[in-house]
């Protein structure tokens, strides 16, 4: 079992920086890669970025390539999402997942979810 816990959202400006921190639970959490999705009020889950369990390998959305920087430390059971120059698309509930299945995109092949934070960017 993994249990996530995300933290770091808030209100922030067009532009602006956020770090956004996923801790887990579980002394199992570094042999799964971990991802962040989001979803806006109306709109499907989206990928946002993907990182190897080790932490070497790393993917993510077009939409946030260049802005977005995934990341992890498997001492400390984190992962993390730094993004900047946010954009009010960027608005949204970000979740993170853990997946068994290595790097994907696909939401099902994520067994672990955290509740979400929300990120709000203003224009």
């Known amino acids: 079992q993994v249990q996530l816990v995300e933290s770091g959202g808030g209100l922030v400006q067009a532009g602006d920086s956020l770090r956004l921190s996923c801790v887990a639970s579980?002394?199992?959490?570094?042999?799964?890669?971990t991802g962040w999705f989001r979803q806006a009020p109306g709109k499907e889950r989206e990928f946002v970025a993907a990182?190897?369990?080790?932490?070497?390998?790393?993917n993510y959305a077009d939409s946030v390539e260049g802005r977005f920087t995934i990341s992890r430390d498997n001492a400390k059971n984190t992962v993390y999402l730094q993004m900047s120059s946010l954009k009010p698309e960027d608005t949204a509930v970000y979740c993170c997942?853990?997946?068994?299945?290595?790097?994907?995109?696909?939401?099902?092949?994520?067994?672990?979810w955290g509740q979400g934070t929300q990120v709000t960017v203003s224009s």
């Open positions: 579980g002394r199992t959490f570094s042999s799964y890669a």
């Open positions: 997942a853990a997946s068994i299945y290595g790097l994907t995109m696909t939401p099902t092949r994520y067994r672990y």
């Open positions: 990182v190897s369990s080790s932490g070497g390998l790393a």
